[in-house]
C-alpha cells in the first residue's frame, strides 16, 4: 500500500464547475498535510496547507481533513481552464515529506 | 532570493558513466529531500537530509547516493547511470521538521541511453 494515494485521473469539469480532488494517506502520526499545483514541464507549487480536522479556506480554494478517516481534499470553485494542471498531495511523516502520484485535472472551457 | 538552486537543467548521460546533480539552497532551511519524477507516478522520494550532517533513504534509494555537504548543499550521485534512471529530479528543502511548505528547485532532465 502506498502511503499517500490519489486517482491519477484525468478529471474533466466544465469552467465554472467545482472541481474536487481526493487524497488518502497511510501514516495516521501525519500532522502535516499540502496540495501543490504542477504545470507541464514545471516545478510544483504550494496551494494550500492544512494541519487540523475541518475545512481551510483560500479565495476559490478549500482544503478539507478528517485525520480519522485519513482522508484530505482539495476543492476548487469556479474552475477556470488556468486551473488544468496536475495536483499532488503531500503528506509529513515522520520528518520526510511524501507525495501522492498526483491527479490530472482538465477545466474545459 | 534564489531560493533552491539545482543544476544541470538537462544531462545526458551513457550507461554506466556517473554525475552529480548539485542542490543549494538560501532560506536556512534544516530539511532537504531529492525526489524523482517520472510519467504517472508523482514525486518519489530518493533520500532526504532532515539536518545538517544526516541522510536517510527513502521510497526508491537504490542506484544513488547523497551527500549533506553543509546547511546550504545537498548533492545527489549516479555512480553508474542505468536507463531505468532517466527521470526529472527535483530537489527541495523545507523549515523545521517538515512542518513548512517545501520549496523546490527547477528540475533536472536526466536521460540515461
Given at each position: 500500500q502506498k502511503e499517500v494515494e490519489q486517482n491519477?485521473?484525468?478529471?474533466?469539469?466544465?469552467?465554472?464547475?467545482?472541481?474536487?480532488l481526493n487524497c488518502t494517506y497511510s501514516d495516521r502520526g501525519s500532522q502535516s498535510f499540502f496540495w501543490y499545483r504542477q504545470y507541464s514541464g514545471?516545478?510544483?507549487?504550494?496551494?494550500m496547507f492544512i494541519y487540523s480536522n475541518g475545512d481551510k479556506e483560500d479565495g476559490r480554494f478549500t482544503a478539507q481533513l478528517n485525520k480519522a478517516s485519513q482522508y484530505v481534499s482539495l476543492l476548487i470553485r469556479d474552475s477556470q481552464p488556468s486551473d488544468s494542471a496536475t495536483y499532488l498531495c503531500a503528506v509529513d511523516s515522520s520528518y520526510k515529506l511524501i507525495f501522492g502520484s498526483g491527479t490530472r485535472l482538465l477545466v474545459r472551457p | 532570493n534564489a531560493g533552491v538552486t539545482q543544476t544541470p537543467k538537462f544531462q545526458v548521460l551513457k550507461t554506466g558513466q556517473s554525475m552529480t546533480l548539485q542542490c543549494a539552497q538560501d532560506m536556512n532551511h534544516n530539511s532537504m529531500y531529492w525526489y524523482r519524477q517520472d510519467p504517472g507516478m508523482?514525486?518519489?522520494?530518493?533520500?532526504?537530509?532532515?539536518?545538517?550532517?544526516?541522510?536517510?533513504?527513502?521510497?526508491v534509494p537504490n542506484g544513488y547516493n547523497v551527500s549533506r555537504l553543509?546547511?546550504?548543499?545537498?548533492?545527489?550521485?549516479?555512480?553508474?547511470?542505468?536507463?531505468?534512471?532517466?527521470?526529472?529530479?527535483?530537489?527541495?528543502?523545507?523549515?523545521?521538521?517538515?512542518?513548512?511548505?517545501?520549496?523546490?528547485?527547477?528540475?533536472?532532465?536526466?536521460?540515461?541511453?
Amino acid at each position: 500500500q502506498k502511503e499517500v494515494e490519489q486517482n491519477s485521473g484525468p478529471l474533466s469539469v466544465p469552467e465554472g464547475a467545482i472541481a474536487s480532488l481526493n487524497c488518502t494517506y497511510s501514516d495516521r502520526g501525519s500532522q502535516s498535510f499540502f496540495w501543490y499545483r504542477q504545470y507541464s514541464g514545471k516545478s510544483p507549487e504550494l496551494i494550500m496547507f492544512i494541519y487540523s480536522n475541518g475545512d481551510k479556506e483560500d479565495g476559490r480554494f478549500t482544503a478539507q481533513l478528517n485525520k480519522a478517516s485519513q482522508y484530505v481534499s482539495l476543492l476548487i470553485r469556479d474552475s477556470q481552464p488556468s486551473d488544468s494542471a496536475t495536483y499532488l498531495c503531500a503528506v509529513d511523516s515522520s520528518y520526510k515529506l511524501i507525495f501522492g502520484s498526483g491527479t490530472r485535472l482538465l477545466v474545459r472551457p | 532570493n534564489a531560493g533552491v538552486t539545482q543544476t544541470p537543467k538537462f544531462q545526458v548521460l551513457k550507461t554506466g558513466q556517473s554525475m552529480t546533480l548539485q542542490c543549494a539552497q538560501d532560506m536556512n532551511h534544516n530539511s532537504m529531500y531529492w525526489y524523482r519524477q517520472d510519467p504517472g507516478m508523482g514525486l518519489r522520494l530518493i533520500y532526504y537530509s532532515a539536518s545538517e550532517g544526516t541522510t536517510d533513504k527513502g521510497e526508491v534509494p537504490n542506484g544513488y547516493n547523497v551527500s549533506r555537504l553543509n546547511k546550504r548543499e545537498f548533492s545527489l550521485r549516479l555512480e553508474s547511470a542505468a536507463p531505468s534512471q532517466t527521470s526529472v529530479y527535483f530537489c527541495a528543502s523545507t523549515g523545521t521538521g517538515g512542518n513548512t511548505e517545501a520549496f523546490f528547485g527547477q528540475g533536472t532532465r536526466l536521460t540515461v541511453v
